[in-house]
């Protein structure tokens, strides 16, 4: 059984920048597709970003193109989301997300079988 936990999150302001880390443990990161999505009140789920380790491909929401980065530190087995030029529109709690089969990296929340509890951001005008 993997865990993830994620943390980094908080207030910031518009324009600010913002790293989340994804701690995961029970096995290497890299065994998953992993993906970081986000949820905003009253919003579906909406994914931002994934990454298929073996191939290092990495897929990201159009809308989000060039402002999120994922990466992942092998040592520390945590994967991260950089953040920025932050928005009002970015506030949401941001989740980490893992899948069994680490080439299958996909935009939709069921396909992946593990997540964090989340993280907050919220991002001032």
């Known amino acids: 059984q993997v865990r993830l936990v994620e943390s980094g999150g908080g207030l910031v302001q518009a324009g600010d920048s913002l790293r989340l880390s994804c701690a995961v443990s029970g096995r290497t990161f890299s065994a998953y597709a992993m993906a970081w999505f986000r949820q905003a009140p009253g919003k579906e789920r909406e994914f931002i970003e994934g990454i298929n380790w073996s191939s290092g491909g990495t897929y990201y929401a159009d809308s989000l193109k060039g402002r999120f980065t994922i990466s992942g530190d092998n040592a520390k087995n945590t994967v991260y989301l950089d953040m920025n030029s932050l928005e009002p529109e970015d506030t949401a709690v941001y989740y980490c997300?893992?899948?069994?089969?680490?080439?299958?990296?996909?935009?939709?929340?069921?396909?992946?079988?593990?997540w964090g509890q989340g993280t907050q951001v919220t991002v001032s005008s």
């Open positions: 997300a893992a899948g069994k089969d680490p080439t299958v990296v996909a935009g939709i929340a069921q396909m992946y079988d593990y």
